[in-house]
């Protein structure tokens, strides 16, 4: 008689969280000019509780909040305890070689991966499920655009750091620049529906006649 040992098969997916530390001056800089440092900050933290609050409701994968620029902040944390979310450092490098190294990390232990920033609270846990369901049924990669050029979501079923190397981060050129970088690995991908983040004083505006947040108080 032969026994054979069965090995476990990976879990479906992991959804990561990328998030800064709600620091005053060191978070949503572009805003703080217009709105003032302190309520940027109290605004990002917002934005970082809704984005955790989203991946966990879309039931989806285990979710991890990767940090930056550590995971030493105490409003992470508070987060982890609350949620029980996984903290994880960001590391070093550009926001494409911590992406990079994210997604990688997370496809070694689950069959995909799905990684959201906290700058997009119109992202919704329907749209993170259909980007699970569309990478199980065969898509390479999947994208959510933005508006302003970028993307709000990137998951994937393997990993390629050609993906996200020499973009330029923070442009309008970004979500165009990634279709090329597909196009060239021979990748299929699926494209959700296109949202909007929220990082100029325009963005605040519209933010707040949203209410997305509730009454948004300076």
């Not at 572009?30 to 309520?39: D, K, Q, T, V, W």
């Not at 900050?41 to 940090?67: I, K």
């Amino acid at each position: 008689m032969s026994l054979r040992v069965s090995t476990p098969e990976k879990p479906e997916a992991i959804l990561i969280v990328f998030a800064r530390a709600p620091v005053a001056g060191k978070a949503k800089t572009r805003l703080a000019a217009a709105i003032g440092a302190e309520a940027a900050a109290r605004l990002h933290a917002r934005l970082v509780e809704r984005a955790v609050a989203t991946a966990l409701a879309a039931r989806a994968g285990a979710v991890e909040l990767h940090c930056a620029p550590d995971t030493r902040h105490a409003f992470f944390a508070r987060i982890a305890s609350r949620h029980g979310v996984v903290l994880r450092s960001q590391g070093r490098g550009d926001v494409g070689a911590r992406m990079q190294h994210a997604l990688a990390r997370a496809l070694r232990t689950a069959q995909a991966a799905v990684l959201i920033g906290c700058d997009c609270p119109v992202l919704r846990a329907s749209d993170l499920r259909r980007a699970v369901r569309a990478l199980r049924a065969g898509a390479d990669a999947v994208v959510a655009p933005a508006v302003d050029g970028g993307y709000a979501l990137v998951g994937l079923r393997r990993s390629a750091p050609r993906l996200f190397s020499d973009i330029e981060w923070g442009s309008a050129r970004v979500m165009a620049a990634t279709r090329r970088r597909l196009r060239e690995l021979d990748w299929r991908w699926h494209e959700l529906r296109e949202v909007w983040d929220v990082d100029r004083p325009e963005d605040y505006a519209r933010l707040r006649r949203s209410r997305l947040l509730g009454r948004l108080r300076r």
